[in-house]
């Protein structure tokens, strides 16, 4: 049985019989333990290689021949699934600080997702200058997209399905496009987040009314379509990064990863692959954080030249109300329009699993319940799987409404869908008095009222449930996430080919959507970064990564964010920096920064061989023996401090760590202090103070941590201060 795999080779070492012919030396290769197997991809940007369709026994023969790097067998990676540049600070009093438009434009936001609606206000040019002379990209025509649906806003288009052909077969153009188009939404959603155009009067159904409009407005977007309904397969997702940098983007965003990955090393990662070599060519990667919280260690996109970005929360809500027969009231979200009405007055209530004889019963799987025993009633079900999706299970079973309830895992945390019929979703307190109502009256009742859009809700940011949270499960050297950004209920463009809960049973169509993940969280930073490089043309990607997390704050009017899973305050593992901040990073005094020669330094220390570099990052690169290589050299903007516990499992030790910092303001003397530290760990720094009289003046500090005991896993806050900036790092200490 054959299944795609991603070939590196090693191009220095093309024989001289090939007459330095690339092309010709993949294919002779690849003949060499196949005959009929064929090329799918070259690859000649961020990696050198192909990708080709091949047995197991094909592949380690492959693997074998002079000349290849790695052979690689292709994973499928997931999606991760308005008022946000009021909440940042981009509009009002701060929006003159922010580069000039004609700065900002010069900046391209490479998008690799389900492609582009183009025909969406987002993608409106007006009043943009020419496209920059340095563009190397194209729209590509293809059956219903034509290079004429690009402009000078949408500067890119095109599409990569030959993996996901291999393995699935063609494309159902009855189902989607076999073009750039996005007939799923979501990178429609993604790519106008970033640098969408501003759209006055943007809503769904009235809902987040107002001007919708990208972090990054006058920057140009070029998309690359590399997700199908089937998924993102690995060799179509490296086609679309190798031809993107190529094409010239400034700034590569990524709201996908693979489900579950837990990667031995980076080198099995093509997205971390494919990311350092953009990185060393000067591009900023953004890539979300995954939605698979509240769970620890599970944060994907792990490589430290990525920037990693969880989610957080607008102050934005969208109430509806529950009210029971009893009189009880509770509060909760929906988006609800064009939907049947419920019938007036108190209408009858039950519980999933008490209509059910399915196991799965309780979350309203499909077919789960018994349309009997549902019929004219609401129901109630408990969150777990697609939520949207359980309407649809009510609605075909005869009910009426629905009441979504939170469950242990998703704790208070509300996010807003619009429903087949009408729903409200309801945090864990509420759900378990609807609940133990439901139980102790022989003949409950409720009814569901729905609000309007209602904003400065306190507290936000918090946390979100489904945001990705560490200690990093590649290496625990570097903390991951980076930092959040709102993800939560984030109104962006849409597809016209699918509905606004992407279901196929649901025919309304929209031109502006809400959705939430970290799938959103991921292009507002993508955004904000190309605003950074606007105003800062020659900063590296380190250094804006620096910008973006080193003034990202970790309270909000005065109290800590929280984790809105446990309602307790949250930690580094589950925001990182803490939340983005644009209007502090665009000035933030001193940067952390790093170049490729630092990122290779951090691979000799983690004990990568020449071998294994050379498939990350396809540079001749051999540590020097003579060299001690310390992770805690890298020069990092946060802090992941290991401590090594004794065999009897005594846990007292210290570790030191060296960082410098690079001044990018005027003339200053920083002072630091550390807070929210641990009494159980003694944290040093030497010198406590630094001085820089030019800009670009580097100084470098120490940071020891000592502590006596073992206790469970401490947090700490490191500052410097000028009395303008602060320049913060988060610390995590553990054991191991």
């Known amino acids: 049985m054959k299944e795609t795999y991603i070939i590196q080779m090693d191009k220095s070492n093309i024989p001289a019989t090939f007459d330095n012919d690339h092309h010709q030396w993949y294919g002779s290769s690849l003949k060499s333990v196949s005959a009929s197997a064929e090329v799918l991809y070259t690859y000649q940007t961020v990696v050198h290689g192909f990708s080709s369709r091949l047995t197991s026994e094909e592949a380690e023969l492959l693997e074998k021949r002079s000349g290849i790097l790695s052979v690689l067998p292709e994973m499928r990676y997931k999606l991760h699934t308005t008022r946000t540049s009021e909440f940042l600070g981009l509009t009002g009093e701060y929006e003159a600080i922010f580069p000039a438009s004609g700065n900002v434009s010069n900046v391209v936001i490479g998008v690799v997702d389900t492609g582009v609606w183009p025909e969406s206000k987002s993608y409106n040019d007006k009043d943009l200058a ?47 496009s076999r073009s750039p188009r996005d007939d799923d939404g979501h990178g429609t959603h993604t790519s106008s987040i970033a640098a969408g155009s501003p759209v006055p009067g943007a809503s769904l159904f009235g809902y987040a009314s107002g001007t919708a409009r990208g972090m990054a407005a006058q920057a140009r977007v070029a998309t690359y379509k590399a997700c199908w309904h089937g998924g993102c397969f690995g060799s179509d997702v490296l086609a679309a990064m190798d031809k993107a940098v190529q094409d010239g983007v400034n700034i590569l965003s990524l709201s996908l990863s693979f489900p579950g990955a837990q990667y031995e090393d980076l080198s099995t990662d093509v997205v971390a692959i494919g990311a350092f070599s953009a990185m060393a060519r000067g591009v900023l990667v953004s890539c979300s954080a995954g939605n698979d919280g509240p769970y620890s260690d599970s944060s994907s996109n792990n490589a430290p030249w990525i920037t990693t970005v969880g989610a957080g929360t607008l102050d934005r809500d969208f109430p509806a109300y529950v009210s029971l027969g009893n009189g009880k009231k509770y509060r909760g979200i929906s988006l609800d329009h064009g939907t049947a ?66 469950t242990g895992d998703y704790g208070e945390e509300l996010v807003a869908d619009a ?59 570097v903390l991951k996430p980076d930092l959040i950004a709102p993800g939560v209920n984030i109104l962006a463009g849409w597809t016209r080919a699918a509905g606004p809960t992407g279901l196929p049973e649901d025919k309304r169509r929209v031109s502006y959507n809400i959705i939430s993940g970290t799938s ?62 644009p209007v502090a990073a665009l000035h933030p005094g001193l940067i952390y920064d790093l170049a490729v020669k630092d990122y290779l330094g951090f691979l000799c220390a983690m004990n990568y061989t020449t071998k294994h570099i050379k498939k990350l990052t396809h540079k001749d690169f051999t540590c020097d023996s003579s060299k001690i290589y310390r992770v805690g050299d890298f020069n990092y903007p946060s802090f992941a401090a290991t401590i090594l516990t004794s065999d ?38 030497e010198p406590k103070s630094l001085s820089f009289s030019q800009a670009n003046e580097k100084k470098t500090c120490t940071v020891t941590f000592i502590a006596s005991s073992m206790p469970s896993t401490s947090f700490a806050h490191l500052e410097w201060f000028d009395g303008k900036h602060v320049v913060g790092s988060p610390i995590a200490i553990m054991w191991i």
Request: proline share 8%.
């Open 130 to 176: 020419p496209v920059p002379r340095s563009w190397k990209g194209q729209c590509e025509d293809a059956k219903g997209f034509n290079s004429s649906s690009c402009n000078r806003k949408l500067i890119g288009a095109r599409f990569f399905s030959k993996g996901y052909e291999a393995t699935l077969g063609s494309v159902n153009e009855k189902v989607e």
């Open 648 to 685: 009897e499992g005594v846990g007292g030790g210290s570790v030191n760590y060296t960082r410098t910092l690079t001044n990018v303001g005027t003339a200053a003397r920083y002072k630091v202090r550390v807070t929210k530290k641990s009494p159980l760990v003694k944290i040093l720094i």
């Open 520 to 581: 959103m969280s991921c292009p507002h930073v993508s955004g904000l970064a190309a605003l950074l490089k606007a105003a800062h043309p020659k900063w590296s990607p380190a250094a804006i990564k620096s910008a973006l997390m080193t003034t990202s704050y970790t309270r909000r009017n005065r109290k800590p964010i929280k984790d809105v899973a446990t309602g307790k305050p949250a930690t580094p593992f589950d925001y990182g920096a803490g939340h983005v901040n």
């Open 341 to 406: 009405p419920l019938p007036n007055g108190l209408v009858p209530l039950v519980y999933a699993p008490n209509a059910s004889n399915s196991t799965s019963g309780d979350q309203c799987a499909p077919n789960s319940l018994i349309p009997e025993m549902v019929a004219g009633k609401i129901v109630v079900c408990d969150r777990g799987g697609s939520r949207v999706g359980k309407s649809v299970v009510v609605k075909k079973a005869g009910g009426v409404g629905m009441i979504l309830a939170n």
């Open 419 to 477: 429903y087949l019929l009408p729903t409200a979703m309801v945090g864990k307190k509420a759900g378990d008095a609807i609940k133990r109502y439901i139980a102790s009256h022989g003949n409950p009742k409720a009814i569901l009222v729905f609000g309007k859009t209602q904003l400065g809700i306190k507290p936000s940011p918090v946390v979100t449930a489904f945001s990705s949270r560490g200690p990093n499960p590649v290496t625990t050297s």
